[in-house]
C-alpha cells in the first residue's frame, strides 16, 4: 500500500500585502514623528521660557540696583543740581583724582543720556543716572570701585567724585542685551540676554507729600525742569527668547508702559515691569 507524503510549502506575502504593511508602516512612523517633534518643540519653548524668565530677572535686578543710587550724595550732602545724566547735558569730561589713579569717567563717549524713544521698531529709552562716590558707595554699573583718591572725602574737588551709570539696550552676536555703562568702564558690558526694549516712566511727588502724584516720560520732565521732583522710576522691559520657538511666523504685539512694539517672526517674547524707588533722591541738594 503506498503512502502519500503531504509537504506544507511556505507561502510569501503578496504584493498588495506587501503594500499595506508598508504604508501601515509609514503611518506609525510619522505618527511617532510628530509626537516627538511636537514634544521638542514643547520642551524648547519651556526652556526658552525659562531663560527669558531669569534674563528679565537679571535685567530688573541689574535696573533696581544701579539706578536707586540716583541722587546718592554721601553724608555730606554734596551739591548736586539733578541726578539723572539727560539728552543734551555736556559730557563729562574725563578728570585726574590725583594719587596715581586713572581718571573717575574712564571714557566719557561709553555713557548714554536720559532720553525717550518710541518707535515701535526701536530699541527703546535710554537712562543715565549721576551719584557721588564714597566708602560706602563707590562701584558703577560694571562692579568697577571707585579709587580712594576719587571718593568724596578724598577726591580734589566733589565734581571728581561722581559716578555716571547708564543704560541702553544693544545686539552683541546677533542677540539684543540689556548693556550698561559706567564711569570706570572702557566700554559698555552686557548685564542680561534677550533685552529687546526698555520704556522708562518717571514718578513726580509734585507737592512734596512724599507721594508720587504723576508719571511723565523724560522729554516731559525734561520740558518742565521738574528731575528734582523724580521719586520713582517705573521700568518695563522686552524680553526675547535666544532662538526661534514657532513654528510659522507669528504677529503680535507687546506694550511697555505707553509704547507697543509689533513683532512678526517665530521668536517668543515676554514683558516685564517694575517700580524702582529713588529714596537717595528725598534728601539730595541743588546746585552745580
Given at each position: 500500500?503506498?503512502?502519500?507524503?503531504?509537504?506544507?510549502?511556505?507561502?510569501?506575502?503578496s504584493l498588495?500585502?506587501?503594500?499595506?504593511?508598508?504604508?501601515?508602516?509609514?503611518?506609525?512612523?510619522?505618527?511617532?514623528?510628530?509626537i516627538y517633534m511636537?514634544?521638542r518643540?514643547?520642551?524648547?519653548?519651556r526652556?526658552?521660557?525659562?531663560?527669558?524668565?531669569?534674563?528679565a530677572?537679571?535685567?530688573?535686578?541689574?535696573?533696581?540696583?544701579?539706578?536707586?543710587?540716583a541722587?546718592?550724595?554721601?553724608?555730606?550732602?554734596?551739591?548736586?543740581?539733578?541726578?539723572?545724566y539727560?539728552?543734551?547735558?555736556?559730557?563729562?569730561?574725563?578728570?585726574?583724582?590725583?594719587?596715581g589713579?586713572n581718571?573717575?569717567?574712564i571714557?566719557?563717549?561709553?555713557?548714554?543720556?536720559?532720553?525717550?524713544?518710541?518707535?515701535?521698531?526701536?530699541?527703546?529709552?535710554?537712562?543715565?543716572?549721576?551719584?557721588?562716590?564714597?566708602?560706602?558707595?563707590?562701584?558703577?554699573?560694571?562692579?568697577e570701585?571707585?579709587?580712594?583718591?576719587?571718593?568724596?572725602?578724598?577726591?580734589?574737588?566733589?565734581?571728581?567724585?561722581r559716578?555716571y551709570?547708564?543704560f541702553?539696550?544693544g545686539?552683541?552676536?546677533?542677540?539684543?542685551?540689556?548693556?550698561?555703562?559706567?564711569?570706570?568702564?572702557?566700554?559698555?558690558?552686557?548685564?542680561?540676554?534677550?533685552v529687546?526694549?526698555?520704556q522708562?516712566?518717571?514718578g513726580?511727588d509734585?507737592?512734596?507729600?512724599?507721594?508720587v502724584?504723576?508719571?511723565?516720560d523724560?522729554?516731559?520732565?525734561?520740558?518742565?525742569?521738574?528731575?528734582?521732583?523724580?521719586?520713582?522710576?517705573?521700568?518695563?522691559?522686552?524680553?526675547?527668547s535666544?532662538?526661534?520657538?514657532?513654528n510659522?511666523?507669528?504677529?503680535?504685539?507687546?506694550?511697555l508702559?505707553?509704547?507697543?512694539?509689533?513683532?512678526?517672526?517665530?521668536?517668543?517674547?515676554?514683558?516685564?515691569?517694575?517700580?524702582?524707588?529713588?529714596?537717595n533722591?528725598?534728601?539730595?541738594q541743588?546746585?552745580?
Amino acid at each position: 500500500m503506498q503512502t502519500k507524503q503531504c509537504s506544507n510549502l511556505q507561502q510569501g506575502f503578496s504584493l498588495i500585502e506587501l503594500m499595506i504593511a508598508s504604508a501601515l508602516s509609514l503611518v506609525l512612523v510619522a505618527g511617532v514623528a510628530t509626537i516627538y517633534m511636537g514634544s521638542r518643540q514643547t520642551y524648547n519653548a519651556r526652556d526658552e521660557l525659562s531663560t527669558m524668565q531669569e534674563n528679565a530677572r537679571s535685567a530688573i535686578n541689574a535696573l533696581a540696583k544701579h539706578l536707586e543710587h540716583a541722587g546718592y550724595t554721601t553724608s555730606a550732602h554734596l551739591p548736586l543740581a539733578k541726578a539723572f545724566y539727560v539728552d543734551g547735558d555736556p559730557v563729562p569730561a574725563s578728570k585726574s583724582c590725583g594719587g596715581g589713579a586713572n581718571s573717575l569717567v574712564i571714557n566719557p563717549q561709553t555713557l548714554v543720556q536720559t532720553a525717550d524713544n518710541n518707535l515701535s521698531s526701536g530699541t527703546g529709552d535710554t537712562i543715565g543716572v549721576i551719584f557721588y562716590a564714597d566708602s560706602v558707595l563707590g562701584l558703577d554699573c560694571g562692579n568697577e570701585a571707585t579709587p580712594l583718591s576719587c571718593q568724596a572725602q578724598e577726591a580734589p574737588n566733589p565734581e571728581y567724585s561722581r559716578v555716571y551709570n547708564s543704560f541702553y539696550v544693544g545686539v552683541e552676536g546677533g542677540i539684543p542685551n540689556l548693556f550698561c555703562a559706567g564711569s570706570r568702564s572702557q566700554a559698555a558690558i552686557p548685564v542680561a540676554e534677550g533685552v529687546e526694549a526698555l520704556q522708562f516712566a518717571y514718578g513726580l511727588d509734585q507737592n512734596d507729600d512724599g507721594t508720587v502724584d504723576i508719571y511723565l516720560d523724560a522729554t516731559a520732565v525734561k520740558a518742565a525742569n521738574r528731575w528734582y521732583q523724580v521719586r520713582t522710576i517705573k521700568a518695563s522691559v522686552l524680553v526675547r527668547s535666544r532662538e526661534p520657538v514657532f513654528n510659522a511666523a507669528e504677529a503680535r504685539n507687546y506694550t511697555l508702559l505707553n509704547t507697543t512694539y509689533n513683532r512678526n517672526d517665530r521668536y517668543q517674547r515676554t514683558v516685564h515691569t517694575t517700580v524702582i524707588y529713588l529714596r537717595n533722591l528725598d534728601i539730595y541738594q541743588g546746585g552745580v
